[in-house]
């Protein structure tokens, strides 16, 4: 399992004309990953970035992780 890099997400939003990305993804079953989760923002502009960062935030929180 990697880290999904916000290149990934800007990627996604040039390609497909967002201003905000947020990619959530998990990893369930066997080795040598058993399981994990991981979240990637991104915003066009700082404010679009602190929005999408913030639903992220939001979005961990109700998932159970540590924030």
């Known amino acids: ?3 999904i890099p916000i290149s990934a ?4 939003a040039d390609k497909f004309g967002y ?3 947020i990619i959530y993804a998990r990893k ?4 040598p990953d058993p399981h994990g989760e991981h979240m990637t ?4 502009t700082r404010q679009h ?3 999408a ?5 939001k979005m961990a929180i109700m ?4 924030c």
Do not use: F, L, N, P
């Open 41 to 44: 923002t991104y915003g066009v």
């Open 1 to 3: 399992m990697k880290r």
């Open 9 to 12: 997400a800007k990627d996604i």
């Open 28 to 31: 369930v079953g066997e080795t």
């Open 49 to 51: 970035c602190s929005i």
């Open 53 to 57: 960062a913030s639903i992220g935030h």
């Open 63 to 66: 998932m159970g992780w540590r």
């Open 19 to 21: 201003d905000q990305v």
